[in-house]
């Protein structure tokens, strides 16, 4: 096993609270850094006494069994398969049996429906389909029907409460127009395909007797390189529904860490990308409070990579895993599926290998000047794309058995702050915040809120006043369940103390 690199430095940023008195040089001594150098450039002060330290939460030990269930031996045999299929180019072949879209759509469906069925009938798998109007710009030189083949598991406590796994599984050549020759589509992307599979497979018998709390839907989508046609058809279904969509996990590019000349490391992570504020869907004041108070980089994505992070970190002995999350939407110049949610308001993130190959990536196959091109099967490393998988069973099921993230966390302006009037309480005056939250309606799953980046314990009460300056920290509140596990946090607006009473 490789040692784990802690991953909470990325994910929390440390309360501070400055102390009466003056320090003498003597009294400080550097922290040190993962790389060995010291950290000079931290704060003098020391840390804050409210609340513990961070400590990633556990798993129980019925989840970490689920995620020793990935197979690279299944996963190998439904890449094989859907490389098989020559092309899965959204506008190929629809008529027969073994070539194109048309065979590999119903290939799957027929397999997950098989999967299914240890469930009792509690996954609903469907393929919803629309027919999609010819784009020669962007890579669809024919109309033709757009389908998703999809499991819908219901949540038991809170089913209108939804996260999505998608995955595409149509492919592309150099040409993305060429809806004939061959694109085998092995990394780029039946990798995520594989894992959803897997996923149903090791769910089904497991929620014929235990269904999580709030529900899941795990997506095979079309279209994703000619337009995000299927996620799009997908985040719009949902949100026209008025489904409360919490987060998309994204699969896209998963098959391998290990081609030269990577670091070996790489064989052990997989990167998280997410967006800032450019994809909030709120008003444009609002967004300008987010930035100007110092909460751009805690957007509802980025909290959701955060959490697979901490979840991951608590589990890592058996996910054999590390987490980067990376604070952009996407690669550079890039997109994928998540776009879709994000553009539609829901929160949602990319996993995708540590460092692309791109020789075997939206290539036509041949070998050129002694150069093999082409994403083949031969390039897709299937125990990589198994510990991807258990990254993200491991986060979907965690994160459907939490309460639900809170809403509505705000400061008030008024108090630890600039004196309005003659008459401004002096103890409104003190470097301090006051918080607010939404604690209606009760969630049934809630054991008590917790304010972070320290965990402290603020029961089921809906406010809180905290001696620590709001210039010198973020503030997240997130959710504990009675079963110990913890929704993704929020983060907090500054409105008047009225919003909720003082």
């Known amino acids: 096993m490789k040692s784990l690199r802690s991953c909470t430095s990325l994910v929390f940023t440390a309360f501070f609270i400055p102390r009466q008195g003056s320090y003498a040089s003597s009294d400080y001594s550097p922290t040190f850094g993962s790389n060995g150098f010291a950290n000079w450039g931290a704060g003098t002060w020391p840390p804050s006494s409210v609340g513990a330290p961070l400590v990633p939460q556990p798993t129980d030990p019925e989840t970490l069994a689920l995620l020793t269930q990935l ?49 009792n009938g509690l996954m609903n798998v469907s393929m919803p389909c629309y027919l999609q109007e010819a784009q020669p710009s962007s890579g669809m030189p024919i109309a033709a029907d757009v389908c998703n ?28 127009s060429n809806n004939v020759d061959d694109a085998p589509g092995a990394d780029d992307n039946a990798s995520a395909v594989a894992i959803a599979l897997e996923m149903v497979r090791i769910l089904a018998p497991v929620v014929a007797k235990n269904p999580p709390a709030a529900s899941i839907i795990i997506a095979a989508v079309a279209g994703e390189e000619q337009g995000l046609y299927g996620s ?67 957007t509802p994505s980025r909290h959701l990579g955060r959490y697979v992070q901490e979840v991951n970190a608590g589990a890592a002995n ?89 809403s509505n966390f705000t400061y008030d302006v008024s108090i630890g702050f600039l004196a309005s009037s003659l008459t401004t309480p002096a103890d409104y005056l003190e470097n301090i915040i006051k918080l607010y939250w939404n604690t209606e309606p009760l969630d049934p799953l809630l054991d008590y809120y917790e304010i972070w980046t320290h965990m402290l314990n603020v029961g089921t009460q809906n406010t809180i006043r905290l001696p620590i300056s709001k210039d010198n920290a973020v503030f997240g509140l997130r959710a504990v369940g009675k079963n110990g596990k913890k929704s993704p946090a929020t983060y907090a607006l500054a409105v008047e103390s009225e919003y909720f009473g003082s």
């Not at 027969?96 to 119903?106: D, F, L, V, W, Y």
């Open 232 to 298: 799009n058809f997908l985040a719009q279904t949902l949100k026209n529904a008025s489904v409360n969509v919490q987060g998309n996990f994204n699969d896209d590019i998963v098959g391998s860490g290990s081609n030269a000349p990577f670091d070996p490391q790489n064989q052990h992570t997989i990167r998280i990308f997410g967006a800032g504020t450019d994809y909030l869907t709120l008003p444009a004041e609002i967004i300008t409070e987010i930035i100007t108070t110092g909460y751009q980089d805690d």
């Open 71 to 119: 197979d690279p031996v299944r996963i190998q045999s439904t890449i094989q398969t859907l490389v098989n299929f020559g092309t899965r180019h959204t506008a190929s072949d629809t008529t027969s049996r073994t070539r194109g879209i048309g065979a590999a759509r119903n290939w799957l469906l027929s397999e997950i429906t098989e999967l299914a069925k240890p469930s």
């Open 149 to 176: 083949v999809q499991v819908e598991i219901k949540g038991a406590v809170d089913s209108n409460r939804t996260y999505v796994y998608t995955g595409h599984y149509d492919s592309r050549r150099l040409n993305n």
């Open 318 to 406: 058996t996910t054999d895993m590390d987490v980067a999350l990376i604070y952009k939407p996407d690669r550079f110049h890039r997109g994928g599926d998540h776009e879709s949610f994000l553009k539609a308001g829901f929160p949602g993130i990319r996993f995708t290998e540590p460092q692309e190959d791109f020789y075997h990536q939206h290539q036509d196959p041949r070998t050129q000047d002694g150069v093999i091109y082409g994403d083949e099967i031969d390039y897709v490393d299937f125990n990589y794309t198994a510990r991807v998988g258990r990254v993200n069973l491991l986060s979907l099921w965690s994160i459907a058995n939490a309460p639900a993230t809170p």
